[in-house]
């Protein structure tokens, strides 16, 4: 993996990863808030899989 962490600045795809098992750390930026993962090839797989997901249930 190129990065160590993966950034997501999604809450409800930040809480359907942690649902699968996936730790994740809260920062506060100006933005808002950010939810980092450990980017792992799992992790990688169940994030493809829950857009292709979000994908196929939106048509």
Do not use: C, P, W
């Amino acid at each position: 993996m190129e990065n160590e962490y993966y950034e997501i600045k999604k809450k409800y795809l930040a809480f359907a990863l942690s649902f699968l098992g996936f730790r994740y750390f809260v920062f506060n930026d100006a933005d808002g808030d950010k939810y980092s993962f450990e980017n792992t090839e799992k992790f990688q797989l169940a994030l493809d899989g829950l857009l292709k997901l979000r994908i196929t249930i939106n048509k």
